[in-house]
């Protein structure tokens, strides 16, 4: 009669000794825990640099662009500009490129003041690459772009303010005043100016070392008068309407036919000043 043989079995050790060994083994397996390793708590590769929602992209470039706000971040999705990926809630999710393409646009209307239409085809030809930053050759003091939404940043500067800041001749400033050029506004008997008429003194400053002063420039400022009414007559009844919302991108598509209408009055001054070039 053959005897059964029962295979042996090998028995898990359950005493203390077997579980420490086991809580040793996992350690020197397990990476530490930190802020840069994600596999040490779900034991999956790093994910990706997270996204941001429209809001949070908003903080983050404010302190660059205070002007910066949810509806011109929409408006530049609207205008082919943005792509961010939807949730299946229909949230809108932003990469770190896509944060850098935005930046790249809004430097460039602010800094150059192109239209969206050309920032739009330059991004797409590759003329201008996501990331740019303004040239370091770029002055301090260099001519600003000023915006729509108020006035500037809501400060007041004296004559002696403007002139220290812009270097101009007070002579210059007085003479603009006289043309119309400028406005300030008198407080206790003193003139201030506000940023925009500040940036204007600096402009015109440029044009007064080749001898141009505030009699030559009553064109420019007749010529704005008749831009603005023009584009008021476009916009009027958005702007004019009960909703803050309809208002503000308005406001933002103004902001924007502003930059063509300065984009398509240099193309007209470039065709005809190509005439009397050599």
Known sequence: MSASVETAKPRSATGPASAAGKARARATTRPEAGPGNATAVTGEAPPARKALTIGAVCKQLEREFPDISISKIRYLEDQKLLAPRRTPGGYRLYTANDVTRLRTILRLQRDEFLPLRVIRQDLASGRVEDG?????????????????????????????????????????????????????????????????????????????????GGRNLRVFRTSADREAALLEQILAPALRSHSPERRKEALEALENLAAVTSHLKYLLLVRDLRKIAP
Request: charged share 35%; net charge negative; aromatic share 6%.
């Open 132 to 212: 740019i930053t303004t040239s370091p050759s770029r002055e301090p003091h260099a001519l600003r772009r000023a915006t729509l939404d108020g006035k500037g940043n809501g400060a007041l500067y004296s004559l002696a303010d403007v002139v220290e800041d812009t270097a101009a001749d007070p002579r210059l400033v007085r003479e603009l005043e006289d043309y119309g050029v400028i406005k300030g506004e008198k407080r206790d008997g003193d003139l201030f100016y506000d940023e925009t008429e500040r940036e204007i003194v600096r402009a015109v400053s440029e044009l007064a070392r080749f001898g141009v």
